[in-house]
């Protein structure tokens, strides 16, 4: 039902590098920003990224975003057990005039 | 600082209505886009609807199309999410969330039960 396509799960041993796709269209990644969110288990989404590769004070530099045409990525490096989260991204849909988010993305550190 | 601040838990009957607070402090809510976002039990984030102060504009999911009624009271900042003809796929936390560049701050969460 999202619009925002991402893959459910992804996994990486301690210190290794992981990437999340979100793939979208036109009306959504195509026309406006992308953020990501953390949501950590029983907790609010916490912003990751913001306008599509900016980091909000106190998100470590091991975050990083990307958007190229209609699909955007969140990279993560050095990984760390405290980065077992699920991740989602998010952007606004023109067509829809509706905020979206994507299916989300469980990030397992092996 | 500011913060979102949500009213407690409810649960409701399937066909009745729920309304949420989300009183905000340290600033003012006639300066602020407030939106609301909600999660099944382990379920994806699904926005629901938000206002936007600069187009004067409330924006909904067409999913909620007619049940569901964001409103403000200024005098007190608070901004209110009521969802009405509730079902038990309503069963759900909601979130009140600001908008600036991303939802950059979030209230508590409500956890809202529908059940008979």
């Known amino acids: 039902q999202s619009v925002l396509t991402q893959p459910p799960s992804v996994s990486a041993a301690p210190g290794q590098k992981v990437t999340i796709s979100c793939s979208g269209s036109?009306?959504?990644?195509?026309?406006?920003?992308v953020c990501w969110y953390q949501q950590l288990p029983g907790t609010a989404p916490k912003v990751l990224i913001y306008?599509?590769?900016k980091r909000p004070s106190g998100i470590p530099d091991r975050f990083s975003g990307s958007k190229s045409g209609t699909s955007a990525t969140l990279g993560i490096t050095g990984l760390q057990t405290g980065d077992e989260a699920d991740y989602y991204c998010?952007?606004?849909?023109?067509?829809?005039?509706?905020?979206?988010f994507g299916t989300g993305t469980r990030v397992t550190v092996l | 600082q500011v913060q979102l601040e949500q009213s407690g838990a409810e649960v409701k009957q399937p066909g009745a209505s729920v309304k949420v607070s989300c009183k905000v402090t340290?600033?003012?809510?006639?300066?602020?886009?407030i939106h609301w976002v909600r999660q099944a039990p382990g379920e994806g984030l699904e926005w629901m609807g938000g206002?936007?102060?600069?187009?004067?504009?409330?924006y909904y999911a067409q999913n909620f199309q007619g049940r569901l009624i964001l409103t403000e009271d200024i005098s007190t900042d608070t901004t209110y999410m009521e969802l009405r003809s509730l079902r038990s796929e309503d069963t759900a936390v909601y979130y009140c969330?600001?908008?600036?560049?991303?939802?950059?701050?979030w209230g508590q969460g409500t956890m809202v039960t529908v059940s008979s």
């Open positions: 969330t600001r908008s600036e560049d991303s939802f950059d701050l």
């Open positions: 340290g600033d003012a809510l006639s300066d602020l886009s």
């Open positions: 206002f936007d102060p600069e187009e004067g504009e409330t």
């Open positions: 036109t009306y959504n990644i195509g026309k406006n920003y």
């Open positions: 306008d599509s590769d």
């Open positions: 998010g952007t606004w849909d023109s067509r829809l005039s509706a905020g979206v």
